[in-house]
């Protein structure tokens, strides 16, 4: 969400750049999160594809590692976002 034009108004350049530059790294944290998730489903259906026997507790457990990598990722984007977006507030 961009800030508000009153909002820009009246900080510096450099204030909108390092609120714009903040928002950025965390989408990229974000997708970051996501990629290294997709990896582990990757990582543990393959295990369960290929070694069913031997790897299936192990490609299980990257399944579950997966959900909670993803669920860590989306919850941390969310808090700084609404810190963001708090910032905003009492800067404005």
Not at 15 to 30: C, F, K, P, V
């Amino acid at each position: 969400m961009p800030p508000t034009p009153a909002f820009t108004d009246h900080l510096s350049l450099s204030d909108r750049l390092a609120l714009q530059r903040t928002r950025l790294a965390n989408e990229r944290t974000l997708l970051t999160y996501v990629r290294t998730s997709l990896a582990l489903v990757g990582f543990g259906l393959a295990l369960l594809q290929f070694h069913p026997e031997r790897g299936g507790r192990l490609g299980y457990t990257a399944l579950a590692v997966a959900t909670v990598v993803l669920t860590v990722g989306l919850l941390r984007f969310r808090v700084h976002r609404r810190q963001l977006t708090a910032c905003q507030s009492l800067a404005g």
